[in-house]
């Protein structure tokens, strides 16, 4: 067995655990973080706003009519009557009449549009509201998925830990010391492979005699290239 052979298994498993602690981290922030529940429960806080305002307005609207339709009944009642005589009281009572048809008209217009405004007001809190309880819906498996993923992790990583432990007895400090250096400058990758006579991180091409040091169990080969121990199995 060549004498870079546990710093590969090493490599490996540092590798692994690195890739699960990354998914974990991410798993973590999408399970903290819930930007989609919070924009929907917004949507529906302004749907339900707005629904709030324009039923308002109607009511408002629906008051002031109501309250000229009194004033002119009472005006129509006092000009037929025949109680009021005087032509000039008659005239000022026919004016205000139609001055009071005129504004109906006008206010009835207002609570049509409003009417629809309305409609429309119930029909977009309806629809915040299943949009809402869809997206809920969705939070909830996803989280689901995501809880077990992170105990599927958990238990990967417990595992790699065992394993790594129990490798590390097997390395020496020395040559642990020298891993540890070049996972730190060399992007994450200490050991390279040699494959084809070649390097496989940097690519070039060993000497047969490098490669003969790369196999050996007494004695560690780095790349002349990357500076990468060499392991060939
Ligand atoms: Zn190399």
Same mark, same amino acid.
């Given at each position: 067995m060549s004498l870079s052979f546990h710093l590969y298994q090493l490599q490996k498993l540092d590798s692994q655990v690195r890739q699960a602690a990354h998914r974990m981290a991410e798993i973590n922030l999408l399970l903290t973080q819930n930007e989609l529940l919070l924009q929907a429960q917004k949507y529906l806080d302004d749907a339900s706003e707005a629904q709030k305002n324009v039923r308002g307005k109607l009511r408002e609207i629906e008051i002031s009519a109501h309250n000229k339709r009194i004033k002119m009944e009472q005006s129509e009642a006092a000009l037929y *009557? *025949?109680?009021?005589?005087n032509p000039k009281e008659l005239q000022d009572l026919q004016t205000e009449i139609a001055s009071l048809k005129k504004t109906i008209g006008q206010i009835e217009d207002t609570q049509l549009e409003l009417m629809v405004a309305a409609e429309e007001s119930d029909q977009n809190f309806r629809e915040a509201e299943a949009h809402l309880n869809t997206v809920k819906t969705e939070h909830a498996s996803k989280n689901s998925n995501l809880t077990g993923e992170i105990k599927t992790l958990r238990s990967l990583l417990d595992r790699l830990d065992v394993e790594r432990k129990a490798l590390l007895s097997q390395i020496n400090p020395t040559l642990l010391e020298s891993y540890d250096q070049l996972i730190a400058a060399k992007n994450g990758l200490a050991v390279a492979a040699v494959d084809e006579d070649c =390097?496989?991180? /940097? *690519?070039s091409t060993l000497t047969a005699a490098e490669i003969q040091s790369a196999r050996s169990a007494t004695r560690l080969v780095n =790349?002349?290239? /990357?500076g990468r121990i060499l392991y060939a199995g």
């Open positions: *009557g *025949g109680m009021v005589k =390097c496989t991180a /940097c *690519g =790349c002349p290239t /990357c």
